[in-house]
């Protein structure tokens, strides 16, 4: 019996999320869905091939595909599988792969346009003039040359040993000759801390407050003292799964994938946070944790004025467990802060007298994403580098019109969210603008300080994530 709306609007597994040693009824989805989507592959090498199809080369195109798929995707059935023996026997699953579609390459292998995945910014495309005004990014000549052309497919390969990875990778490259261009090629990595926490190259920890779907996640939420009271990370399928019209089942699925090249410059963000630290009279981990919500470890800076390792009355569950019901002025963490414009936890119900608390709450997690990104460049967080390093940013959702795009249009781009003149988010917003910074002295006392712009998209475009059954079957 297939999956139903509900069961889809419905938390997995009555809360407990979907448990893949006893699946139920998700197992006919995580059979025939792409691993990486509903949690990470957890590697920590991988390598990012955009490709552009040959003309006149539909039929190789199609039996690439189909090989990779055999050689290298796993389904979200398998991945669980190589990561409980991994964990279990030591027994590595080996290199990891994904293979995602634009909507040009769905035209390219011939698919009817009333079969290609829907969504509008899909179908646009992220160079389109409208998508990119309402995202603020930089006009499509500034972008690097190998993102301005058509882009027809991304193909992911990851692995934890980066020499078997990068054999693989140049046998696939050459695999791909006969039938593709490889217009760039990305290589990523996860970066750490010296505590071992992934980190990007700002130095802030990365990849947490995650939407939850599967039981082991959940788990371990739990362990860390998380009763989903304060906030509940836990997310409906949803949030993240939308219809694969070219799959072969009734509980085929994909996603929509949201990729990004962000350029950090590192120097001038840290510059800008010593001018700010000088311009409050607060140490340099407190400027950068009210410009990115959390100090460098992941502590919210709504919940203390210090680092967790640096203050251990408070215990790791606050890393997630807050929201800003105790901080209605902005007083400790700005509005404009990175991840409380990005996830306002409740901001619009609380400040909004017109919408209930609860029905606002609700539209805000609805626009939650579920982030894969990782790092490129410079892998020593000691030095400071002004280019060429930064995060190769990948989201995953059901609806982009709804996620990332009115996440990145609405609420990181606009000064006036959550409150009238807050300024944008002074990492990610586009463009770049003025914020109000509270002072030590006093919660009602501001200081306006401007955060030049540190991120630079180079480039990126939608994609989807086809279903197993559709991959093998072209």
Known sequence: MSLTEEDLRALPG?????DPDNPGKYAPLLEDLQGNILNSHGRNYSVYLLLQFKPERVAEVKQWIKKFSIDFI???KQQAENARRFREEGIDGGVFGNFFLSRKGYEFLGISPAKIPGD????????????????GDPKVDTWETGYQGDIHALVVMADDDLVCLLQTVNRTVQSLRQASEILNREDGFILKNARGQIVEHFGFVDNISQPLFMKREIAIAKE??????KWDSRASLDLILTKDPNGKTEDSYGSYLVFRKLEQNVKGFREDQRQLAEKLGINEDL??????????????VTVQDRPVYANPIRSLDTMNAFDYSDDMQGSRCPFHAHVRKCNPRGDTGRIESSVSYEESL????????????????DNDLTQEPESGSGMLFLCFQADLENQFNFMQASWAN??????????????IGQPQGTQKWPKKSGENDVEEHNFSLWV?????????????SFLLNL
């Open 120 to 135: 509008r910014p899909f179908r646009f495309g992220m160079k389109n003039s409208a998508i990119a005004a309402s995202l």
């Open 14 to 18: 009555d809360g407990e999320g979907i």
């Open 456 to 468: 630079t998209m180079k480039g990126g475009e939608y994609f989807f994530a086809p279903s197993l």
């Open 224 to 229: 860390k003292g998380s009763d989903f009271s």
């Open 287 to 300: 400027a950068g944790a009210l410009a990115v919500g959390r100090f460098f470890d992941g502590t919210p």
């Open 362 to 377: 609700a539209m805000e997690r609805g626009h939650r994403i579920i982030r894969r990104g990782v790092s490129f460049g």
């Open 74 to 76: 796993k389904s979200a």
């Open 414 to 427: 606009q000064k006036n969210f959550p409150k009238i003149n807050v300024g944008p988010d002074p990492l």
